[in-house]
C-alpha cells in the first residue's frame, strides 16, 4: 500500500504541473494590467516599475510560472484585486467551510436515502417500487438543480410559508439547499446501490446461503449488502464532487455566503486572484477525494492488491 | 452490417427524439410567428400573464415571452450543438491518432487529457468565460475544452483495439499507407462510439450552458437564454411565477428529451451499453 500511495502521488505531479499551468495561461489572457488594477493610474514611472517588479511582473513568464508554483505551494494565492490589502486566502478562509458544510450534510442525507432505496429496489426488480425509484433517478440527474429550487422555493417558502427563501444562519436556512442539493447525489447513489446489489444477488453463494435455510434478511443483511458495499462506497466519492460543486451554485439562488457567491461575486468585479484560487483549490481536492476512493477500494477488498 | 439497417428504437426513444425535435423546430419557426423580436419592450404591456395574444405572458419590460423562450432556444440548442460538434472532432481526432500510433504521442495526449479531467467541469467553465470573459465563442470554447478530453479516452480505447486487428495487418500488406488506413478503417470504426458518446453528451452541455447564463457569467442579457430567464424571473418568483416556471419547464423537458433520446441511441447503436 505505501508504494501504491508513492506512485499515485507522484502519478499526480504531471496533472498538478499541467493544471496550474493552464490556470497560469488563462490569468495572463485576461484584459487589464494587474499593475493598473491594483495601485491605479500610475503616472510616474519609476513608481510603475517598482511596482511591477515587486510583483514579478519584469520577469520572463517561465519564471514568472515558478514563482507562482512557489507561492501555491505556500497556499498563498496573492491579493484581491478588489479589496485592497485583503489577502485572498482570507476571502476564501471564510467562505470555504460553509459551502463544504453544506455538501457534506448533502452527502449524508444522499447515502442515508439512497442507499435503503436502491437496496429496496434491487430485491424487487421491475416492481412498482423499482419503477419509481428509476423515474426518480432519472429526474434528479436529468432536471436542473436550480429548476428545482425555484419549484420548492416557490412552494414552501412563498406559498406554504414555512421556510426562509434565502439567507444564513438557523437551521431551518438549511432545509432547502440541502434538499435541492442532495437530489443528484441521491440518484447517483441509489442507481449505483441497485445496480451492484443486483448484481451481488446473481451470485452463486447468495443462492448457497438461501439454500442453506438463511432468512432473507440475513442474505440481504450480511452476504448482499456487505458486498455491494465495496462499490457503493467508492460512489460516495464522485456523489461528494457533485455535492461540492453543486453546492456552489446552490448558494447563489438561497443567498448563502459560501465559496459560490465569492466565485460569482469575484467574477463581476474580474477579481482574478480569486477565481484562480477557487478554481485551484476544488480540483486540488477533488485529486485527492479521487486518490482517497482509490485508497478506500484497496483497503476495502481483499482482492485487489497493488504491488 | 450497416449500423442504419439495424437501428432499432423502442418508444420511449422515439417519444423523446420527436419532443427534441418539436422544441428545435420551435426554436426555429416561432420567431416568424410572432412580430416582436426577444428585445423589444412594450412598456404598456408588462407583466402581463398568458393571454390569447402572448401564450406565455411578457415580462418585466413588455417583451413577448413566448418569442424570447424560442430565440433562448436557438442559442442553446446552437451554442450546445456547436461545442458538442467541436469536442467530438477534437476529440476524435486526438484519440485516433493516440490509439493507433501509441507511443509517446499516445502518452503526451493522454497525459493532456487527464489534466483537463482533473477540472470539475463547472470551475473550468467559470475559468475560462470568468477571466476571458463571456462572449459567445468563450462559451462555445470552454464548453468544447471540457467535453473532448472523455471522448478522446473513449476514441482512444476503441482505436486502440482496432491496431491488432486483422483487416489492419491486411490493409498494411496490400500497401496501404498510414493515412488510408486511418481513415477508411480506423475512423469508420470508431465513428460508433464517437456518435454514441457525442448523443449522450448534448443533454450535460446544454445544462451546462444553462447553469453558467443562470449564474450571469454565460450568455449575457439582453440576449434571452434560458438560463438567464430563470435567473431573470427568480426576484418575481412570488408576484409572477411564470417568468421563472414556464423557462424552467421548457428547460428540463428539453434535457430530459435529451438524455432519453441520447440513452437510447447509444443503446440502439452499441448493444453493449444497454442498461439493466
Known sequence: MPRYLAYRIVAMLPIIVGVTLIVFVVGRLAPGDPVQILFGDISNPTVEARARAQLGLDRPLPVQYLRFLGSLARLDFGSSYVYRGIRVSAIIGQALPISLALGTAALLVAVLLGVPLGLAAALRPRSLLDQGVRLLTLLGVAVPFFVVAVGLVLLFSLRLRWLPVSGWGTPAHLVLPVLVLMLRPTAYITRITRLSVLQVLGQDYIRTARAKGLPVSAVTLRHALRNAAITITTTVGLALSLAFTGALVTEIIFGIPGMGRATVTAVFQRDYPVIEAVVLLYTALFLLLNLAMDLAYAALDPRIHYA | ?276
Not at chain 2, 462559451?139 to 471522448?151: K, N, P, T
Open chain 2, 1 to 276: 452490417m450497416s449500423g442504419a439497417r439495424t437501428l432499432r428504437l423502442d418508444r420511449a426513444t422515439i417519444a423523446a427524439l420527436v419532443t427534441v425535435a418539436l422544441l428545435v423546430a420551435g426554436a426555429i419557426i416561432v420567431p416568424y410567428t410572432t412580430r416582436t423580436a426577444y428585445d423589444v419592450q412594450d412598456l404598456t404591456q408588462t407583466l402581463q400573464g398568458p393571454s390569447a395574444e402572448h401564450w406565455f405572458g411578457t415580462d418585466q419590460f413588455g417583451r413577448d415571452m413566448m418569442t424570447r423562450l424560442a430565440y433562448g432556444g436557438r442559442i442553446s440548442f446552437a451554442v450546445s450543438g456547436t461545442a458538442v460538434l467541436a469536442h467530438t472532432v477534437i476529440g476524435t481526432t486526438g484519440g485516433m491518432l493516440a490509439g493507433f500510433l501509441g507511443g509517446a504521442a499516445d502518452g503526451v495526449l493522454m497525459r493532456v487529457t487527464d489534466v483537463f479531467l482533473a477540472f470539475p467541469d463547472i470551475l473550468f467553465l467559470i475559468l475560462i468565460t470568468g477571466v476571458l470573459g463571456p462572449s459567445l465563442l468563450n462559451i462555445v470554447i470552454a464548453l468544447s475544452l471540457v467535453g473532448w478530453a472523455g471522448m478522446a479516452r473513449q476514441v482512444r480505447a476503441e482505436a486502440l483495439a482496432l491496431r491488432g486487428q486483422e483487416f489492419i495487418d491486411a490493409a498494411r500488406a496490400l500497401g496501404a499507407t498510414d493515412r488510408r488506413i486511418v481513415v477508411r478503417h480506423v475512423l469508420i470504426n470508431v465513428l460508433t462510439v464517437a456518435l454514441v458518446r457525442a448523443s449522450l453528451d448534448v443533454g450535460p452541455v446544454i445544462l451546462s450552458e444553462a447553469t453558467l447564463s443562470f449564474l450571469g457569467i454565460g450568455i449575457q442579457p439582453p440576449m434571452p437564454s434560458w438560463g438567464v430567464m430563470i435567473a431573470e424571473g427568480l426576484p418575481r418568483l412570488r408576484s409572477e411565477p411564470y417568468l421563472a416556471l414556464i423557462p424552467s419547464v421548457v428547460l428540463s423537458l428539453a434535457i430530459l428529451a435529451l438524455t432519453f433520446a441520447g440513452e437510447g441511441i447509444a443503446e440502439a447503436l452499441d448493444p453493449r451499453s444497454r442498461r439493466r
